[in-house]
């Protein structure tokens, strides 16, 4: 008597093992073979200088990734953070200008982040109103508000101690991809090893089930928000003392790209369902990809063409996975 014969289940377990393992890291295997393959054909491309700029690029990305990944997971998403970006810029610049203290125009910014991603929270949880519905309004108004207080035009910056905030480095790293760093870290851990983590995969998995459990949905929904927008202040924030100045028509279209490197990730459109590890993947492959275009002059419509290409195989990718998993 064989082994199959002692244990039914043993044949057909191995190929479920094997999908399991191809589904998890299929997408960091597949970003080692195109980065290497790029440093082996794009001149330039794995130089120091190259790899930094890389890093810091997608720093910005990484940082609103972060707490997308949490908006996903819960079920929900949101379209304002381009928006949220360009007002907190602004709003920095302006405070820089007016009172010349670093620390409040730091404050003001994510004050008004933290308090945009409340409003979207009680918009969304508490009055019921469609995530896509809720977040295109603030993406509208919070822009509006951005071109309203800037006149309609850059704000410039003149502090080096605010300038500083976006171009320090230290050990030799862009103090912007050091936070985008301790973002993922303290979201990953926020994510796997606390109960606000498990709760927000329960309510996306199952909202009615997990408020049967005793998981108040309502506020952990407007708390994920809340965090969404306040991260997505401090990219804001950093973005307007790299460029020194506080642009109210920055980040367009910014919020496709973090979904993008979400889902590309693994987070699931569904709901219930994210790895911080994968959300880095995407991010860096988001990342690469915009490096590898422009190191190769290629033109700005044709990326805007593989953005558009990335996204829809995104989701795609991400529906073929739920299908595989309801079979």
């Known amino acids: 008597m ?29 970003y080692v073979v195109l980065f290497a393959v790029l440093a082996a054909t794009v001149e330039n491309f794995f130089s120091l200088t190259n790899v930094v700029g890389l890093m810091l690029s997608v720093a910005q990305i990484g940082m609103v990734a972060c707490t997308m990944m949490l908006c996903l997971a819960s079920r929900d998403f949101d379209l304002s953070v381009g ?32 308090l945009i991603g409340a409003c979207n929270g009680v ?9 896509l519905i809720a977040t295109l309004a603030t993406m509208l108004m919070v822009r509006g508000l951005a071109f309203i207080v ?28 050091l936070v985008c760093g301790l973002c993922f870290l303290v979201f990953g851990v926020l994510l796997n090893q606390t109960v606000f983590g498990r709760n927000t995969l329960a ?19 407007v708390w994920i928000f809340l965090l969404q927008g306040l991260v997505t202040a401090m990219a804001g924030l950093i973005l307007a003392s790299r460029i020194t100045s506080g642009q109210p028509n920055a980040a367009q279209g910014f919020e496709l790209d973090v979904i993008s490197a979400c889902v590309l ?10 790895r911080i590890f994968g959300v880095l993947i995407g991010v860096l492959i988001m990342g690469t990809v915009e490096n590898v275009m422009n190191l190769m002059d290629v033109d ?17 990718l991400d529906q073929l996975k739920t299908r595989g998993e309801r079979r």
Do not use: C, H
């Open 203 to 221: 309510i996306g998995g199952n909202p009615e089930a997990a408020r049967l459990a005793g998981v108040r949905v309502e506020r952990l929904r």
């Open 2 to 30: 064989n082994v199959s014969q002692l244990n039914p289940a043993a044949p057909t377990s191995r190929p479920l093992i094997s999908r399991q393992w191809l589904s998890e890291y299929s997408m960091p295997l597949a």
């Open 83 to 114: 928006s949220t970006i360009a007002f907190a810029g602004v709003l920095g610049a302006i405070v820089m200008e007016q009172s010349g203290s670093v620390t409040l125009a730091i404050g003001a910014g994510l004050a008004a982040g933290a």
């Open 265 to 274: 990730g693994g987070v699931s459109l569904q709901g219930g369902k994210a």
């Open 150 to 177: 800037s006149k309609g035009q850059a704000v410039g910056i003149n502090s080096d101690a605010f300038i500083a905030f976006g171009d320090e480095r230290f050990f030799g790293m862009p103090l912007p991809v």
């Open 123 to 131: 918009l969304i949880a508490y009055l019921r109103v469609n995530a």
């Open 300 to 316: 700005a419509f044709y990326q805007y063409l593989m953005r558009g290409v990335i996204l829809l195989v995104a989701v795609l």
